[in-house]
């Protein structure tokens, strides 16, 4: 069936470094999407993308989209204790309204 | 808006046993999910409903039912509750492929 796999599966970061994590699907997807979850909390929607090639910032994450449609990346630049969590990138099929998460990448941020 | 609600938040089952976990949303959204998320793992889809009268098996269906009489509402039902479905429970809805995510059910069945 469809995977979407995900790596690192941890990271250990200080604080100030950057941080990135890489998505890759075994398929053309429709749209790729990425959550963050908060120890203890629930998965909250950060983007989408749509595009192939398409890249979209949101302060200090950069997002990609590959040309493809089968691999993406979220890049954090200048970490902060805040961004400590499991980020989650999630794939869009077509004409379905279903997502296949990846595994997730928990960061750790040391102070 | 509440949003997504789930109810109970935790809850201790004994095998065998049954329960039905709650989902409510007050968004009007027609999709709507059932995940579970083991330790340290990803969300694997239960469940999905793309409307009212409407659900679809997901990847991990086997000791689940569901129904969904209503727009809103989105139980999801274990019938002879096995060590197996110990996990956290999350219950999304969507108007397209972004999902927001209800607070969870932490299940442990002993």
């Known amino acids: 069936g469809q995977q979407v796999m995900q790596i690192p599966q941890y990271q250990h970061v200080q604080e100030g470094e950057d941080f990135t994590t890489y998505c890759n699907s075994s398929?053309?997807?429709?749209?790729i999407q990425w959550y963050k979850q908060r120890p203890g909390g629930h998965p909250v929607f950060l983007i989408q993308?749509?595009?192939?090639?398409e890249v979209k910032k949101q302060k200090r994450l950069t997002f990609q989209f590959g040309e493809a449609k089968k691999n993406s990346s979220l890049h954090i630049t200048a970490t902060q204790t805040t961004d400590v969590g499991t980020y989650f990138c999630?794939?869009?099929?077509?004409?379905?309204?279903?997502?296949?998460f990846g595994q997730g990448t928990t960061l750790q941020v040391k102070p | 808006n509440a949003g997504v609600t789930q109810t109970p938040k935790f809850r201790i089952l004994k095998i065998g046993q049954s329960m039905t976990l709650q989902c409510t949303q007050d968004?009007?959204?027609?999709?709507m999910y059932w995940y579970r998320q083991d330790p340290g793992m990803g969300l694997k889809l239960i469940y999905y409903?793309?409307?009212?009268?409407?659900?679809d098996k997901g990847e991990v269906p086997n000791g689940y039912n569901v129904s969904r009489s209503t727009t809103e509402d989105f139980p999801l039902r274990l019938e002879l509750a096995a060590p197996s479905q110990t996990s956290v429970y999350f219950c999304?809805?969507?108007?397209?492929?972004?999902?927001?995510f209800g607070p969870g059910t932490r299940l442990t069945v002993t």
């Open positions: 999304a809805s969507g108007a397209g492929y972004e999902q927001y």
């Open positions: 398929t053309t997807l429709s749209n």
């Open positions: 993308l749509v595009k192939s090639g």
């Open positions: 999630a794939g869009a099929l077509r004409n379905t309204g279903k997502l296949i």
């Open positions: 968004m009007n959204h027609n999709y």
């Open positions: 409903s793309v409307g009212a009268g409407i659900t």
